[in-house]
């Protein structure tokens, strides 16, 4: 499956603000490593630089309309988030509210990517893993089950 550049076209969203998070390292690794095959083209999304209304609320600017547009015309969506208390971030929840319903990651695959900093408990990743998946679910995107490995 191509975009119409006739290229795999993945969109990655990073699920943190914070200046210097860990979860933007990850992403910048992962879409360096993609941007090695000359067949796809990588987008990331930076939420930090978007005007995303709460839910429930208008749109008051042109961010949502971008960041839909950017997801539909994707191939394949990576969202990456923090692990925080064994679910994602409020940051990734926000983007997940303004992706519309029904959700423009609809019949999408969608890859999840897990970031946590320090020692973590693999009862956290997998209660983690399993909200996203939840939640990713509910938008009929296709969530691959995780490695066992």
């Known amino acids: 499956m ?3 550049e006739g290229r795999i076209r993945i969109v990655l969203v990073c699920g943190s603000v914070r ?15 993609l941007s090695t095959n000359p067949d796809v083209s990588v987008e990331v999304i ?10 429930g609320l208008p749109a008051e600017s ?3 309309a971008e960041l839909q547009e950017t997801v ?3 191939t394949a969506v990576i969202l990456a988030t923090p692990e925080y208390h064994g679910s994602f971030s409020s940051v990734m929840k926000l983007v997940i509210e ?4 029904p959700s423009v990651l609809g019949g999408k695959p969608v890859a999840l990517l897990g970031v946590a900093g320090g020692r973590s408990e693999p009862s956290s990743r997998w209660s983690s ?13 296709r969530v691959p089950s995780p490695s066992l490995t």
């Open 129 to 141: 893993y399993g909200a996203c998946a939840l939640m990713w679910a509910q938008s009929f995107s």
């Open 46 to 55: 930076d939420p930090s630089h978007l005007d995303l209304p709460l839910p």
């Open 62 to 64: 042109d961010s949502v």
């Open 98 to 101: 303004n992706l519309g319903f």
């Open 2 to 4: 191509t975009s119409g």
């Open 72 to 74: 539909r015309g994707a």
């Open 19 to 33: 200046p210097g998070n860990y979860t933007r390292m990850a992403v910048d690794v992962v879409a360096a490593s």
